[in-house]
DNA sequence: ATAAATTATCGTAATATTGCAATATTGTAA
DNA sequence: TTACAATATTGCAATATTACGATAATTTAT
């Protein structure tokens, strides 16, 4: 089939599903550390540096916005692309949970 | 094409998209959360928990294995799997890692 | 040995993703 | 207006993912 039973899931778990997804993709990981790098956050300048073609670029930006993971505003000739800090707000807390409770397990069996 | 060009990022890069990819899914984010939630952690548990066939979710478990974001031992007639709390400490790192940094910066424009 | 229970694998269909060339769109400058 | 620069969209080919029925493999119990 290839579509996700997204219907049969929570809204939490959608969630945090779509912004891992949009993450899991090393060019996208690329353009994540990237915007943490740098203070001015045009696009020009992602083109540039990642080893893709502009409308491919263009493309994984579209998809962490989507999720939610970047927001981009019109500014002039050029768009604004930062991090959306609510969103990784979500995605870290989740794994703190996560890491926080398995130390707490009592029986790791594997 | 629908193959990543993996090859032109980072070990580290590929590291975090692979493990991002394999949580990207509702599914997986279930079981997961369904590991977190139980000591002992055999898979029917996790076909019966789950709104899906049997070798979709056998499907899923591999491969959050491969991504080694969980752990699988054959325990008799049943496997017990169990999360890799290293995989999830690396993903914690990151995340947190993004959140501290994204509030020292100066100018967040969007 | 046989049967039952549990998980994995195979095969296949439907859909999604990745990447880029070509082209369109939008804003700036002359 | 016209030309230029930056980003988005379209269209397409190659590949990957998702899901499940059928079947295989493995272990336990009888």
Known sequence: MGASKTEHFSDKQNQIAAMAKAIG???????????????TCICGDIVNVLPLAQPTVSQHLKELKN????KGN???????????????????????????HIKNKETNCC
């Open 67 to 70: 999720a939610g993971i970047i």
């Open 25 to 39: 993709h090393p060019a996208r990981v690329a353009i994540i550390e990237y915007l943490l790098s740098v203070d």
């Open 74 to 100: 019109i500014e002039g000739t050029a768009i604004c692309y930062c991090l959306n800090p609510d969103a990784l707000s979500i995605l870290e807390a989740f794994f703190a949970h996560i890491t926080t």
